[in-house]
């Protein structure tokens, strides 16, 4: 039976490079993906990972028909065995019911990467219509990592170095970026609590370099 699936985690942890990874290895076997984004960091019509991997894809952006989009590249003789639809979070509810009726009318696999939530650690309306639709939810295998060493499991937003808790739920970003930018930590649910990011709580490497010195 073909399914619906939704593959969600923090900001990170590798669900775009899983999304690589499943079209190389389909496309190796001679099956045709459909690949949809939506305002992937690489630029428009991009599935870029941090691993460095990219490759083309369709821009789902506002108002964008997905399985329309399908249904008239079918129409023209193209041939499609399985969808990819990543930075799924971005997409509007509708367009992930349409991605459900790719799956139940055309037959197709179809599988979303995405964000749960956002920086407020509320669900984006994306991800919240995959939870009620999709066949399948898996969380990744690789997880990132707080800042304490904990499992990550949600996305902080800093604006100059400050981990804030209001303003526009859409910003492209990244992690890692310098302190004068609008940038992204992932964090355990306990410090985005508390608001304490690696920088705020002085943390430094998980593994001290130098080991303590006893004191004999
Ligand atoms: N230099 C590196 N060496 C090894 N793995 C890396 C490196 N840089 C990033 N990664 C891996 O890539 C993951 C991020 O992959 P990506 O697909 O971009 O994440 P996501 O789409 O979930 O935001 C990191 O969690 C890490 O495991
Ligand atoms: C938490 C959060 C994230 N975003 C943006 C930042 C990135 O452009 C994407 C997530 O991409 P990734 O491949 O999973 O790292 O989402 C946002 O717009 N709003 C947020 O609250």
């Known amino acids: 039976m073909p399914e619906l699936v939704f593959f969600s985690g923090t900001m990170d942890c590798g ?17 045709k993906g459909m ?30 028909d997905l399985y329309g989009h399908l249904v008239g590249h079918l129409s023209q003789g193209g041939r499609c065995d399985y969808v990819i639809a990543d930075e799924a979070q971005f997409l509007a509810p509708e367009q992930i019911d349409q991605l459900a009726r790719i ?4 037959g197709m696999d179809a599988y979303a990467f995405g964000i749960t939530t956002d920086f407020r650690t509320r669900l984006f309306p994306g991800s919240q219509r995959l939870i009620e639709l999709a066949d399948r939810i898996e969380q990744l295998q690789v997880e990132a990592l707080c800042w304490c060493g904990a499992r990550a499991t949600h996305n902080a937003r800093t604006v100059g170095g400050e981990m804030v808790v209001e303003g526009a739920q859409v910003v492209v970003g990244d992690v890692n970026r310098s302190a004068e930018e609008i940038g992204y930590e992932v964090l355990c649910r306990r410090h985005h609590r508390r608001r304490m990011t690696s920088a705020s ?3 430094g490497a998980l593994s001290p370099d130098v080991l303590p010195v006893n004191g004999g």
Do not use: C, M, P, W
Not at 15 to 31: D, F
Not at 40 to 56: F, I, P
Not at 103 to 106: E, I
């Open 201 to 203: 709580s002085h943390a």
């Open 15 to 31: 669900k775009s490079t899983l999304a690589l990874q499943i079209e190389h290895n389909r496309s190796a076997r001679g099956l």
């Open 35 to 64: 690949i949809y984004t939506r305002d992937d960091r690489a630029g428009e019509g991009k599935l870029s990972s941090r691993l460095g991997l990219v490759t083309d894809a369709v821009e789902a952006g506002a108002g964008f």
């Open 103 to 106: 799956v139940d009318d055309l």
